[in-house]
């Protein structure tokens, strides 16, 4: 079950590897909600029940827009029978054809890195994202979550981003660079949206750590020596900040992974290996997510790398506030932080392998 917090809603999972929610279904419902509009920031989409459920929304009137990642539509290399349908990511094309088919606008590829986002502008009340990606592994095989929020500020920060990237202005094209978005009450806990590479979220999350007063738990899907967070959370681990956390072991084990910048910092690691040593196990650790002082949570797309900060468009969520002195707007945040910190925890109780 998810933890929902007056108009905040997060969900952990997916459920078929043990975590609390299904979040293929989580996706559909929000979309089965709209009224009137939606509009959808993707990288993948290859789940055929969710491409349904898009398409049943522009049957029903509603109107929809679409911008996703090239990458997966465009062959490698030049096909031989280029009218024969085969050839990896066809799923993707499939489904691609019947939303076209379905007389829905759909955008690609502006951005020449990587178009990394994952969110959906419901009605503009509503905006769900996270880490989730609209695939079979993404919403099934992959650990990931979903953030819902239901409020008008909110979807209307998310909406300015959203036409900005119908203009192609992000990454490399960005011509120019927009002021933070606002920070918004929702439900009395502060809710911080931030768009890279405009708002440099790096610094953000650098920015969080060092008001740690307590610990930093985290579970990341791919963290680069390039990123200044691992240096930062070194510096807490320095100061008696207790700093541990989960890495997928395939990008841990990388290079240009920050893992040994980590480890010699005393940082307590767990690593996730990619499944085959249990069932039911998950193919990835996806998440990007992190906790502080078990109250302020960051949630969204944005991996812990120097191309998602700098080139990649991303999104991330603060979700609550270290300096607050509300109890009321403490104590909902703190419930929030702890449904997050539950499923980490047993992310590294069922699967991390110790560092």
Do not use: C
Not at 85 to 114: C, M, Q, T
Not at 137 to 158: R, S
Not at 279 to 292: A, C, E, Q, S, T
Request: a neutral charge; aromatic letters at 6%; charged letters at 25%.
């Amino acid at each position: 079950m998810p933890i929902k917090i007056g108009n905040i809603e997060f969900y952990m999972g997916p459920d078929n590897v043990n975590g609390p929610d299904n979040l293929q279904k989580t996706i559909i419902n929000f979309i089965e909600g709209a009224t009137d509009r939606l509009d959808i920031a993707i990288q993948e989409l290859d789940n055929r029940e969710i491409a349904k459920a898009i398409i049943k929304a522009k049957q029903n009137g509603i109107k929809v827009r679409i911008v996703l990642e090239a990458d997966y539509l465009l062959a490698k290399s030049i096909s031989s029978e280029p009218f024969t349908a085969k050839g990896p990511h066809e799923r993707n094309r499939e489904l691609h054809n019947a939303i076209l088919r379905s007389k829905i606008k759909v955008n690609s590829d502006f951005n020449p890195k990587i178009f990394h986002q994952k969110f959906i502008i419901r009605d503009n009340s509503s905006i769900l994202t996270g880490s989730t990606n609209f695939t079979d592994t993404g919403t099934n095989q992959n650990l990931n979550h979903v953030v819902i929020i239901h409020d008008k500020e909110i979807a209307k920060i998310y909406t300015k981003e959203y036409k900005e990237i119908q203009q192609g202005h992000f990454g490399k094209l960005n011509e120019g660079h927009d002021p933070k978005p606002n920070e918004i009450m929702v439900s009395n806990v502060r809710v911080k949206p931030l768009f890279a590479p405009d708002h440099n979220p790096e610094m953000e999350i650098m920015k969080q750590i060092a008001k740690a007063k307590k610990r930093v738990d985290f579970s990341i899907f791919t963290f680069a020596e390039s990123s200044g967070i691992d240096d930062q959370m070194v510096f807490a681990r320095n100061a008696g900040i207790d700093v541990k956390g989960s890495l997928y072991k395939s990008a841990a084990n990388q290079k240009w992974s920050a893992k040994e910048t980590l480890r010699n910092g005393n940082v307590e690691i767990f690593l996730v290996p990619k499944s085959g040593l249990q069932k039911p196990r998950p193919r990835k650790l996806h998440h990007k997510l992190m906790v502080i002082d078990e109250q302020l949570v960051i949630a969204g797309s944005f991996n812990y790398t120097g191309p998602a900060n700098l080139l990649n468009d991303e999104n991330i969520l603060i979700i609550g506030d270290l300096d607050s002195v509300d109890q009321d707007s403490i104590n909902k945040q703190k419930k929030i932080a702890e449904f997050a910190l539950t499923e980490m925890n047993r992310i590294i109780d069922e699967y991390g392998v110790k560092e």
